[in-house]
């Protein structure tokens, strides 16, 4: 059973648009919601990630979006250019769960120059 | 400070054999995470440990084992490998009191 479903599977965007990816989870128990960037031939690499006691929270060119009611987060990227041609993964974890993240399908971004 | 390591980089191994592979977590941190990636099955958690103890597994066949050392280094093993297990397999470390996981860059294992 698939938790966390992300969408879009796939995003192209001109530079200096504003991708938005959506992530919906299931399990209430969720209290921790990262967003990861992952290269080809690299790990995935923490981007931002945010708690559900605040509805956005904003580091740099990324923002984060949450609403708990709907069980929905979701990730702008500002002013996006060629370099965050990358994919990007949502995911979650519940407290006191030590590591176990669940994350998304992934969604891989391209950004035209 | 150096970043999560994973030894060997690349593996390609046959249906039946067995495979041990091995993460260096970041210095201080004592969790580790193993996670398989698939472009089928995505990412997918595998075990955590803390302190040489398994806390968590996914729901990954027996087959897949892991332990971790006194010094938080960690190693995972896959016996009679099946195609389907070919996978890019992710370690992740952190401080025990945080939720930020740091990846390395995987290992790569094709199985033929």
């Known amino acids: 059973q698939q938790q966390v479903k992300q969408s879009p599977q796939s995003l192209i965007v001109q530079k200096g648009g504003i991708p938005i990816i959506n992530c919906a989870y299931e399990n209430t128990a969720f209290d921790y919601f990262p967003w990861y960037q992952q290269f080809p031939g690299k790990g995935p690499a923490l981007l931002i990630a945010?708690?559900?006691?605040?509805s956005e929270k904003k580091e740099g060119r990324f923002t984060i979006s949450f609403n708990k009611s709907a069980k929905q987060f979701s990730l702008h990227i500002m002013d996006s250019q060629p370099g965050d041609s990358a994919t990007y993964f949502c995911a979650a974890s519940k407290g006191n769960a030590g590591n176990m993240l669940t994350f998304g399908g992934g969604t891989r971004l391209m950004v035209k120059p | 400070k150096a970043g999560v390591t994973q030894t060997p980089r690349y593996l390609i191994k046959t249906r039946g054999q067995q495979v041990t592979l091995s993460c260096s977590p970041i210095s201080g941190h004592r969790s580790v995470s193993w996670y398989q990636q698939t472009p089928g099955q995505g990412l997918q958690f595998l075990f955590e440990?803390?302190?040489?103890?398994?806390?968590n597994k996914g729901n990954f066949p027996g087959r897949f084992s892991g332990r971790q050392f006194s010094n938080s280094r960690s190693e995972m093993n896959v016996s009679t490998l099946e195609l389907g297990d070919s996978a890019l397999y992710l370690c992740?470390?952190?401080?025990?009191?945080?939720?930020?996981?740091?990846f390395g860059p995987g290992t790569r294992l094709t199985v033929l």
């Open positions: 945010i708690r559900p006691d605040v």
């Open positions: 440990y803390f302190s040489e103890t398994q806390r």
């Open positions: 992740a470390s952190r401080f025990v009191t945080t939720d930020t996981q740091y």
